[in-house]
């Protein structure tokens, strides 16, 4: 059995619940930048979101994955693997359909109303087309395709089941492996830099995937296997914090190296050619440095101590969270735009509406009430006066049992 700690790892938590707060900052931002085809766009762009951009999606999707894989791990443990794929439908599952049919549509129409001020269909009109679909095998796992039709922001719950799926019967052997390769790694940390090589031949060979955060969707299940079997094991933890230093230096050089290509080619995520191949292999690399600089940076002794009432309440909203924001965001930017005003005040208004309006929402229209709790992918709520914090802390102070592995997101 793999070795782990028994204390909750604090560190990524927070790292969860940075980066799914930072997505409404940086879908924000995709409104004013000029290479990317948001549903919104600014009349006026600045070159300046993408490279702040790219200094974001090289690590920020990887590890939501790599903490999904970690939270995997311990439902697995507690449940079994057919009541953990059970689970994971119900708390997956069941957002993903009421986020696809319920909230997907209203981006697309905006779309439509933004690039056509002729466009003058109806919502309730066009709501029926977006559902129009036919089955597509040939992009699994989105199996549906049409002409308005999109998984949209979701695309990262439909990968998140996907791969829980391909878990489920392979936990087992997967463990009793990881458990041979921690012991290597106690003795040679550097072999915690070989999953830099496949995830580099993915991304060159398969191509880079705009779509999802500039990753191959298949590089992410790398990140979620080494979640699942590694992330938590006291030895690889003890590699991961003595190679950081020279890790970090590693990964921004190989990221600057990316520079050329991204800057010079047409399409560097899809051209088969010299530059584009090595510019995809190398921003894969780079992308496994930052990762495994960040894991290993913030995994530092400390004093155990009960989480905050804050990062609680946001760590079991993150789920919830990440299922709004994206068409908030899109319905603040399609009204803010038309500002006569710089970049960025349009930036801060669509931000902090953004946020206001996702945490209102949650708040007083998902947390208190079962039926969109289920909906959203929350347990159910205990018996208990509904309040900020009545719900994910107990009087003790002790931590809830039931997050211990709400890591999945």
Known sequence: MTVETPARRGELDALRVFV?????FFHSAL?????????????????????????GVIWAMPMLFLVAGLGSRYSIRRRGASRFTRERLLRLGVPLVF????????????????????????????????????????DFPFVLEGRYFETGHLWFVVLLVTFS?????????????GERVSESVARRPALLL??????????????????????????????????????????????LRRISGPVAWTGGLLFAGTAPGFLTLDDPFTEWNALALVTRAVFGAAGWCWVVAILGHLDRP?????????MVYLGIAALPVYVLHQPVVVALAYGVVGWSAP???????????????????????????????FLLGM????????SPVSDVMPPSGREPPHTRDDHAG
């Open 379 to 386: 347990r159910a709520a205990p018996p208990s006066p509904p």
């Open 99 to 138: 986020g696809t049919v319920v909230l997907c549509p209203l981006p697309q129409w905006l779309r439509l109303r933004a690039a056509d001020s002729g466009y003058h269909e109806s919502y309730w009109h066009f709501w029926p087309r977006f559902l129009t679909v036919r089955p597509d095998l040939g």
């Open 343 to 373: 970049i960025v005040v349009k930036y801060v208004a669509i931000v902090a509406g953004s946020l206001a309006v996702i945490f209102v929402t949650y708040e007083y229209g998902v947390r208190r009430t079962r039926p969109t709790r």
């Open 302 to 310: 400390r004093a155990p101590r009960p989480p905050s009432r804050a």
């Open 165 to 177: 799926l391909l878990l489920a019967p392979v936990a087992r052997p997967l463990a009793g492996w």
């Open 194 to 239: 070989l999953p830099a090589v496949p995830l580099a031949a993915i991304n060159a060979l398969l191509g880079m995937e705009e779509g999802f955060a500039g990753w191959n969707r298949w590089a992410y299940l790398l990140f979620f296997l080494f979640g699942h079997v590694f992330a938590d094991d006291v030895r690889v933890r003890a590699g």
């Open 20 to 24: 799914v707060l930072g997505l409404v």
């Open 31 to 55: 409104v004013f930048s000029p290479d990317d085809d948001y549903y919104v766009k600014n009349a006026d762009t600045t070159d300046a979101i993408t490279v702040l951009a790219g200094l």
